[in-house]
């Protein structure tokens, strides 16, 4: 009968302490994870293409003057602005959200 609770002892004891250790494990990686986002890591903050901050210009527009094909980087890429837009604009990317670019006018 003895060996069965302390047993059952030892089997509590590693789970009490297994489950902080699990814990801050969990913890630790979740601030690994912000603290690469805060510092602007294309892999986490959303810019996998690594293109905000780069300078582009306007080679076609679409139906829309704020909306059409500008040139980033040797890449063609479809963007959409606040400001109405002309072909040879220079635009500045601001944010890459899948295939598309939001570009803010340089003046």
């Given at each position: 009968?003895?060996?069965?609770?302390?047993?059952?002892?030892?089997?509590?004891?590693?789970?009490?302490?297994?489950?902080?250790?699990?814990?801050?494990k969990l913890q630790q990686k979740a601030e690994?994870?912000?603290?690469?986002?805060?510092?602007?890591?294309?892999?986490l903050s959303g810019d996998k293409?690594?293109?905000?901050?780069?300078?582009?210009?306007?080679?076609?527009?679409?139906?829309?003057?704020?909306?059409?094909?500008?040139?980033?980087?040797?890449?063609?890429?479809?963007?959409?602005?606040?400001?109405?837009?002309?072909?040879?604009?220079?635009?500045?990317?601001?944010?890459?959200?899948?295939?598309?670019?939001?570009?803010?006018?340089?003046?």
């Amino acid at each position: 009968m003895t060996d069965g609770v302390s047993a059952a002892i030892v089997v509590v004891g590693l789970w009490v302490m297994a489950i902080p250790l699990i814990l801050i494990k969990l913890q630790q990686k979740a601030e690994r994870k912000s603290g690469q986002a805060a510092r602007g890591d294309p892999a986490l903050s959303g810019d996998k293409s690594g293109l905000e901050g780069y300078r582009g210009k306007v080679e076609s527009l679409s139906v829309r003057p704020n909306a059409g094909k500008c040139l980033i980087r040797g890449e063609v890429w479809d963007f959409v602005c606040r400001e109405n837009l002309e072909i040879g604009d220079l635009v500045n990317v601001d944010q890459v959200v899948g295939m598309k670019v939001y570009v803010s006018k340089l003046v």
